[in-house]
């Protein structure tokens, strides 16, 4: 048996805790330096570093699982490297390299190996890079000096009841602005949402359905999660597109899946609110959120509620999890290339 702490992996929830390493690194004239494991969990800023003053950050999340055969892998991590780059980019900041991203990855999560929830406890290692100005700036500019953390921390399901559907609400604010930051993981973006969550949660909702900042007509993706719908029939599997939601890992992955393991049929296009009341089935899908069904939606006009509501997800929902989990813990045989090992 794989030595492991002492913590009740079966109970834990979607919360932070104080692994014993991080890996940190800082740039600074130009360049990332060569990074290091650290204990120390505290960051120490100048007053007016960038990301205090013009939010300049930038941010991922993926696990890692231990698999049936006891090894200790991740899911598509270069994805995650690869749209980190893009965000720093996109908010003028410098991309942390793709192998430097891999091999930070390796390094923390060995470091931290005995926080990798046992298998089958249904709890993983959520992993956390980010990258922030550190440097000071007054006038509003991208700043000079950057640091580049990669934090983890084991975490249970990200909705309370794990698996069972929730109930969400449309909200009247959005969290992104057309042609503006929600393709991207910006900490800014998830500032935006805060209040919508606040009264969603205050109405008993908690998540949000936000629509399109535009018209408010087409469904785009919660506070933390791209939906998916299943057609009345069973047989397609809809996914909002749209140019103000972050492209979600989870759901490229289950369009593939959707398509070669299920055989369903995929479509990818706008999906107006108007027309979900028609759909079978609703759910959620992203790293903390895995995929969370979604049993009821309310608006103003009332509630839309899916299949048989809050009591037990629908069935093409049971097999999408069944199917991507399976992949992800090594039940199930895994494209090419989506599974990264490390232990
Ligand atoms: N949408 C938002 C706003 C998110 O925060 C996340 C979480 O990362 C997702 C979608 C799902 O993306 P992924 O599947 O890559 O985790
Ligand atoms: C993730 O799924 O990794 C996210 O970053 C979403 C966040 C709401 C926890």
Redesign the pocket.
Known sequence: MRKVKDIDWGNLGFQYRSCDWRYVSCYKDGSWDEGRLSDDPNVVLNECAGILHYCQECFE?LKAYETVNGDIVCFRPELNAERMAYSAEFLCMPPFPKERFMDALDKVVKANIEYVPPYGSGASLYIRPYIFGSGPVIGVKPADEYMFRMIVMPVGPYFKGGAKPIAIMVSDYDRAAPHGTGHI?AGL?YAMSLHAHEVAKEAGYPENMFLDPKEHKYVE??????FYFISADGSTFVTPKSGS??P????RSLVYVAEHYLGLKVEERRVEFAEIGEFSECGL????AVISPVGLVHSHEGDIVFGKGLEEPGPVTKKLYDTLTGIQLGTIEAPEGWIHKIA
């Open positions: 999340g993981k973006n993706e919660t506070g933390g999660a791209n939601i972050l979600s890992i989870t759901r899908c992203g790293t903390a």
